[in-house]
């Protein structure tokens, strides 16, 4: 790769690594299975509400609000969206960033059991519902206190299974990817929804470098490049397996249309058809 120094005119050569195929990625759980268990007990013992997942299909639009850079760009389509009376739904982080734009979303979704995603989805509001699992780190419940609460089950191994039969016997456990993202999905489709838009499922980095819409927590994850289509993308391990579960995840929920919005890797995938 060659680029030119702007103090003398001269060429420099610049050496990086070339992007590499990339085989089959193990992605491992955030937290252990005693420690998302406990969440569970302690969640369902202090709210009896749950989420309706058994909801024929329908006409309406859902329009699915994920906390991938290219937000920042697309976002006013969702208040067109929203105005033409599509349902929006946000999840971490993009909750505080619709707000901020005084887009309130209809409810908001999470489901990772670590604390730290508490902290960074802004403030509650009471127009919005929140459609929580019931593995959420405690706090939350905490922090949406006195808001329109209600909680679902999230499959996650053979190890979820048996806590959701004992603390709440007879409810459903929602399948899907390992996302908050993904997991919406699954939760949407359950509802009924079946032509969903999404906003911020990039899976890679923005040309500046950031890899969500605003100030995201989460620990950093070692950068690797992919090419699609001829382009190359800067993106994780863990994000090039969420791209491969959306693929799964559109055969798996038959009869919904997925619209994606944005420029980054998994738009371009489903572009290219990869």
Known sequence: IFHMDARNGRMLAVCRPKPFAIGRINVIAAVENDERNANVRVNCARTTRRLDIDVPAHDRRAVLVC???SLRETWPYIVMAKADGADVFSMSISH????????????????????HKVRQFGEPDPRVAYWLASCVHPSYLD??????????HSYNGE?????????????????GGG?????AMSVLYLRGYRNIDI??????????????CGVHLGKKLDIIETICGGRVFKSTAV???????FFKSQRMLKGATFNLYGDGLLANRVKQGL
Request: aromatic share 6%; glycine share 10%.
């Open 96 to 115: 505080k960033f619709l707000m901020d734009r005084n887009v309130v979303p209809m409810a908001q979704l999470d489901c990772d059991p670590r604390e």
């Open 67 to 69: 906390s991938g850079p």
């Open 179 to 183: 996302s908050v993202g993904l997991r």
């Open 199 to 212: 906003h911020g499922m990039d899976c890679s980095y923005a040309e500046d470098g950031t890899d969500h």
């Open 143 to 152: 922090a949406v206190s006195g808001c329109d609460t209600q909680l679902w």
């Open 159 to 175: 190890g979820s299974i048996p806590v959701v039969r004992e603390v709440d016997p007879g409810q459903q456990m929602v399948i």
């Open 239 to 245: 994000n090039i397996a969420y791209c491969n579960y």
